[in-house]
Nanobody
Framework: QVQLVESGGGLVQPGGSLRLSCAASGRIFSISNVGWYRQGPGKERELVATITSGGRINYADFVKGRFTISRENVSKTVSLHMDSLKPEDTAVYFC??????????WGRGTQVTVSS
């Protein structure tokens, strides 16, 4: 019913910027909460940022002031603008959609590597 495809990952130097995009399909996008999660090497998957169907945003403490999440319901996209990147931000970043029936859809992820 829902497909999510992330793009925009890559190699960036510390202090640099990167913009991730998630292209979604399905009729339930506009009424669903969506977000970005990440999983670093040897770590558990963790929440980065979420945005509800009504536009309410929540950020993890470690990205506040650096990352910005947004959504566009017409094109069914979720974006994550990342500034002042740190090596600790290195991870696979996943797009998530949480349906009103409490089912989580996931993309395959896009690799972000912050290194000099």
């Amino acid at each position: 019913q829902v497909q999510l495809v992330e793009s925009g990952g890559g190699l960036v130097q510390p202090g640099g910027s990167l913009r991730l995009s998630c292209a979604a399909s399905g009729r339930i996008f506009s009424i669903s909460n969506v977000g970005w999660y990440r999983q670093g090497p040897g770590k558990e998957r963790e929440l980065v940022a979420t945005i509800t169907s009504g536009g309410r945003i929540n950020y993890a403490d470690f990205v506040k002031g650096r990352f910005t999440i947004s959504r566009e319901n017409v094109s069914k996209t979720v974006s994550l603008h990342m500034d002042s990147l740190k090596p600790e931000d290195t991870a696979v970043y996943f797009c998530n959609l949480h349906s009103t029936s409490n089912y989580d859809y996931w993309g395959r992820g896009t690799q972000v590597t912050v290194s000099s």
